[in-house]
């Protein structure tokens, strides 16, 4: 893949750091010195397991919460605490689509209605060319003009995820983060909503942060990936050259899928250890309680995220060789 210039860089998040103060007087550290560089009209994974801080990244690029530090800069301009108009204003340039858009969508309005809503914040649309609006929408993401007239409860679960990408188009932003987007999906149904991503993205420039939880999938494609593992970062690499990972993390995450040309008895590798409470990062390395090549620098020292070759950056003390399946 070609490597975008770093002129085509968007959004950058600097150094971002996102603590919850807790009951007690305790910390929950959900995103710890965290950055990303994201340019325009690719796609970018966030990959790694359950509570790692990947809805926490996106929330806090989308202005949902201020980080407790670090910065986002979206075209070299800080948006890191957006307030009133300035904030909503913003969402104009990064829209969101969620897992389950039956909980973002209204049960009681139209499809026509929830399409065409934000242009109605926005004063961008008159009503009376609304219906003309939200067919062109429907269109845009392969579904017929007449859903319009539907509710959200009168289609499957892949049509609602295109009612929720058309949503997100209406206001032609740059920046559409979807978390966990397809996760909930069958997977041919998954397989159609990537195609019409990938298919938008090309045809409009659209940038895409994607969350996901499944590696393999999203190295199908993804440009950039970043895995990441109780807050942070541990290893950045481009999509198509994931049998490069060197992380232990990476690696691991790699091999514990199931395959059907899967030996009968061979095991599907899973991660040792139980993954720590985000209350009690381990000293040193995060991942270290679980990674069997873990030595005693691992424990004293927290690896900084260094350029191990181009587009691949790597937080470990001791980069692995080569994957082994
Ligand atoms: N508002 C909050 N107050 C306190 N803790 C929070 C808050 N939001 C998130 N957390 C905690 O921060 C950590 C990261 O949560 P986050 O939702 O970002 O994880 P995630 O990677 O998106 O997980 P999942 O894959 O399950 O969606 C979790 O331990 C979560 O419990
Ligand atoms: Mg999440």
């Known amino acids: 893949m070609p490597d975008p210039k770093e002129s085509d860089v968007i959004l950058r998040v600097e150094h971002m750091t996102k603590k919850f103060p807790l009951s007690g007087g305790r910390t929950l550290t959900a995103c710890d010195d965290v950055s990303l560089r994201v340019r325009k009209g690719e796609t970018v994974a966030i990959v790694g397991e359950s509570g790692c801080g990947k809805t926490t990244l996106l929330k806090t690029i989308m202005n949902m919460q201020p980080p407790t530090s670090g ?3 979206l075209h070299e301009k800080d948006i890191t605490n957006l307030t009133g108009e300035a904030r909503r204003e913003n969402c104009r340039h990064i829209q969101m ?10 049960p009681k309005m139209r499809i026509r209605d929830i399409v065409c809503e934000p242009l109605l914040n926005f004063g961008l649309l ?3 060319d609304m219906a003309a609006k939200a067919r062109e929408l429907l269109a845009q993401v ?3 003009a007449d ?10 679960g892949g049509q609602r995820q295109r009612v929720a ?3 997100a188009l209406a206001l032609e932003p740059e920046i559409i983060a979807c978390d966990e987007a397809t996760s909930a999906l069958d997977v041919s149904v998954q397989d159609t909503i990537i195609r019409l991503l990938v298919r938008l993205q090309r045809e409009k420039g659209i940038t895409y942060l994607f969350i996901c939880h499944d590696l393999a999938l999203v190295s199908l494609f993804s440009h950039r990936i970043a895995v990441m593992y109780l807050g ?8 198509d050259r994931l049998e490069e990972a060197r992380h232990p993390y990476t690696q691991a995450l790699l091999k514990a899928v199931f395959s059907t040309d899967q030996e009968k008895n061979q095991k599907i590798s899973i991660l040792a250890g139980d993954i ?13 309680n679980r990674c069997e090549h873990c030595r005693d620098m691992c424990e004293k020292k927290k690896p900084a995220l260094r350029e191990l070759a181009p587009n691949h950056s790597i937080a470990c003390h001791y980069p692995l060789e080569i994957v082994t399946k």
């Open 71 to 73: 910065r986002i800069l």
């Open 97 to 106: 689509v969620f897992q389950d858009p039956t909980s973002a969508f209204n």
């Open 126 to 128: 008159k009503r009376k």
């Open 142 to 144: 392969d579904l017929p």
């Open 147 to 156: 859903f319009a007239e539907r509710y959200p409860h009168n289609m499957s």
């Open 165 to 167: 990408v058309a949503r």
């Open 232 to 239: 942070s970062i541990m290893e950045k690499l481009d999509g």
């Open 276 to 288: 720590p409470s985000p209350l009690d990062i381990p000293s040193g390395c995060p991942f270290r």
